[in-house]
């Protein structure tokens, strides 16, 4: 993976040297070719990449072959790593010279604990980046072959969790999904069963189009589809997912999804 | 940029051959590295190029020196490319057998008109994929150096337009703009009063913080930040830019933004 062109960013990547700096690099949302240009660079430079549980081995395989790996993954509601740990070694790397890579899953900006991250590496005077990557829900979207929005019936999105910080009540979804919404929640198929109940009660309509995609761009992808009614999680069902829910304006209609190599799911 | 080395994809591409395809792909929100390495594969290979107004030209240099380049921009309000004729040439190429790219700046499900071109291929039969690319909010989150989403304070993001349709009424932004949410607005720098005051009426505080990323990841990039009550639009405030607006939770508070190169913006 060396013989790559340099693309020159408007960004000019931080020089290495005495100092080290810290790059939070979204991986995308699983395909290897879903990294940017960009995110390739750093990972070809790396010294040392600390990358999540959700990232590809395929796509770590794509950094600078004398970079240090190293897991600081955390299952959802587990905490092997805490985040103040993460911040604490991400930070004496940089300290240390070196050219750190935090490589996340899909997009940093989005659910991705960036904010804790950048905090510390400023607190310790070194220079930090985000790079862009493609968010999970535009895979998910890529993968269906619909958008998320549609003119006319639904102009606008609202991404939101399933999950929350411990202690927190749930979100309120339903007062979310106003009509000409769709809804993409990121990790909440353990949930599904609430929030099911939450939309229905908050007046979404029973016929509201559910759709379901694990593993969103990776070889582990599936595709599922049902009504807002009738979903229940199936088994085959596993986050990492993204689950969408569509209500058009009063009186539009979206597109028709694809159906090929989407599963029904629910009654 | 025949040198690249190949990415097998999860996602094969489709086989070129007696019958056309079209890959409506992503080019991301500027800058030519935040393309990813599938949008790059589809550029080398294409016969012909359909693209935006917002494409860079720089991105448009990564495609295969003999690919056609057909612009079909659409400047905001104005029509000079109906979709309707976008829709038509597109097939129209396909059934020629041409490997046809739809080249979207950002990412093809946001806000892109997907929807019409994506049926238009399925009801002439041609084979059509979906290439996501990183949307302009990411990088607009990247370019200020924060997170759109903050645990606890903001956990969730609302993706929504400026302009609508042709006489449809304006989008009740301030209903999107719940406590615990970032607002992420595209195009809307020409209804920014109409925003304001809509915010404002909804209940929003008029300490908001406002930031508008203008051209994100491009080399005229321009960033500003200043409070709901005092934003006003400055003459170099232009479209293409991502409005954001963050309201967290009820006693938390969202992290500091960077001030390098963030110019203040309103009374």
Redesign the interface.
């Known amino acids: ?1 060396t ?3 340099i ?5 000019p990547r931080p020089a290495a040297g005495a100092s080290g700096r810290i790059s939070l690099v ?1 991986a ?11 995110a ?2 750093r990972l070809e430079e790396a010294d040392v990449i600390f990358y999540d549980r959700l990232v590809d081995p395929e796509i770590l395989n794509l950094a600078r072959k004398g970079a240090e790996r190293v897991y600081v993954g955390k299952a959802v509601g587990a905490s092997a790593w805490p985040q103040e740990q993460i911040d604490a070694v991400i930070v004496a790397a940089a300290r240390r010279g070196r050219r750190v890579v935090r490589l996340k899953s899909g ?10 991250e ?2 510390a590496a400023r607190a310790a005077g070194i220079e ?8 999970a ?3 998910a ?2 993968a269906l ?8 019936a639904t ?7 399933g999950t ?2 411990a202690g ?1 009540p749930s ?1 309120d979804w339903g ?2 999904l ?1 009509p ?1 919404t769709t809804l993409a929640l990121y990790m909440g198929v353990a949930k599904l069963a609430e929030i099911r109940a939450n939309l229905l009660a908050a007046g979404v309509p029973a016929t509201a189009e559910v759709e379901i995609v694990c593993n969103a ?3 582990q ?1 599936h595709l599922w589809r049902g009504t807002l009614a009738g979903v229940t999680r199936a088994a085959q069902v596993v986050n990492p997912a993204i689950i969408l829910v569509r209500r058009p304006k009063p009186g539009a209609v979206v ?1 028709q999804g694809l159906t090929a190599q989407v599963a029904s799911i629910g009654a």
């Open positions: 993976m013989a790559l062109p693309f020159p960013s408007h960004h979204g995308g949302p699983g395909a290897r070719d879903l990294l940017t240009l960009r390739l660079a997009d940093p900006c989005m659910f991705g604990r960036a904010t804790e950048l905090a930090v980046e985000i790079v862009p990557g493609v968010t829900a535009s895979a979207g890529a072959g619909r958008s998320l929005t549609e003119r006319g102009d606008r999105v609202v991404f939101a969790t929350c910080r927190d979100p007062a979310m106003m000409g761009s990776s070889a992808e597109s």
